[in-house]
């Protein structure tokens, strides 16, 4: 696995020239996916089964440092928030093993500096944002100058979701038929929405029994409902993209509300089931069914996880806020 990572990034970089300079530095935003990325068709290349459409969270993400240290080291220096991690810890095992798919740096100490100004009670990812920064600063670190498609091909080895955070606003990552990985990239999507809100409805924010590449894994190993679900996500990809370039958010949220509750759907029929929502999550799904059956135009997206993502237009915002006290509203673009 190691090996063909490794082979892979190779490709990728080519005969981009080193330039090393004393350090490299990278902003990546968070995103949420509108429709999911759920299934890999390799796991090695981390190919995804289903081509899917984000939005990135705008000044909402990780910013990483990267310095490569005068000695020598198999583990980089690894600091989450100015704390320095144990190399024990997953996160920097997950950091460490995904630089050293990069001979050419030799045995020389990384030292990392991430940094998250996403609150890390909303329960957002931060691996997404976290791989597309790492990829980015390392970039700028060797002087590769390496275009966006690139990047977010890197970006993918180290987490599906990452492949989309090299971009701002609306992005989609292309699944690709081929093996060997070289058409499955991310690309954004132009037009920017200055008027679309993400709402943060923290449910929890305690650890999650089963992490999404397990999940996905299991579902696609077991679930029998699986088997529908790469036609689903093709479909509504194609009309939540056109509701995007229509300013249409009603067909926008209505199908990714579908989309994020069929995505469920395939994991409750897992063995054993999946089951990532907790009490509170059904009672506000319940109040957001509530509320818009009262005229509030507002629609909900839900990860791998307890929490929801209310997608919803400004002219609603003060209305959907106080419906939803305590909700974090997001401004993806600016
Ligand atoms: C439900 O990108 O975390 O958030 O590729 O195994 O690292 P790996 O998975 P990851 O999965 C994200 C799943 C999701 C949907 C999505 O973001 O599209």
Request: charge should be neutral; proline fraction near 5%; charged fraction near 20%.
């Amino acid at each position: 696995m190691h090996d063909i990572q490794s082979q892979f990034a190779k490709n990728i970089i080519g005969h981009a020239p080193i330039q090393l300079k004393e350090g490299g530095v990278a902003f990546a935003p968070s995103n949420i996916a509108l429709c999911k990325y759920w299934g890999k068709r390799d796991t090695a290349l981390n190919l995804p089964i289903n081509s899917s459409l984000s939005i990135s969270l705008g000044s909402l993400g990780t910013r990483t440092e990267l310095r490569l240290l005068p000695e020598t080291s198999d583990s980089p220096s690894v600091y989450l928030n100015g704390q320095l991690q144990s190399h024990d810890s997953s996160f920097a095992k997950r950091i460490a093993s995904f630089l050293s798919l990069f001979p050419q740096f030799g045995k020389r100490c990384f030292e990392v500096r991430t940094e998250n100004n996403i609150p890390t009670a909303a329960g957002l990812a931060s691996s997404a944002s976290g791989f597309a920064a790492l990829v980015m600063a390392l970039d700028d670190l060797a002087g590769w100058g390496l275009d966006k498609k690139k990047l977010s091909m890197l970006a993918r080895l180290g987490s599906g979701s990452a492949s989309r955070s090299v971009y701002d606003g609306f992005v989609q990552w292309h699944a690709g038929s081929n093996p060997d990985g070289s058409d499955s990239f991310a690309e954004a999507l132009s037009k920017p929405w200055p008027e679309f809100r993400i709402g943060i409805l923290k449910i929890s924010d305690a650890p999650k029994k089963v992490g999404s590449r397990d999940g996905m894994n299991r579902t696609v190993a077991t679930s029998e409902l699986y088997k529908s679900w790469p036609q689903q996500a093709a479909a509504d990809l194609k009309v939540i993209r056109a509701a995007i370039a229509e300013r249409d958010i009603q067909t926008l949220g209505k199908t990714a509300e579908r989309n994020a509750l069929s995505m469920h759907a395939t994991m409750l029929a897992a063995w054993p089931p999946l089951i990532y929502f907790q009490p509170e999550t059904i009672e506000q799904i319940h109040k957001i069914q509530r509320v818009r059956s009262e005229g509030l135009e507002v629609y909900l997206t839900i990860d791998a996880g307890p929490n929801i993502k209310l997608l919803f237009l400004e002219e609603n915002e003060a209305a959907v806020a106080a419906a939803f006290p305590g909700l974090q509203i997001i401004l993806p673009f600016g």
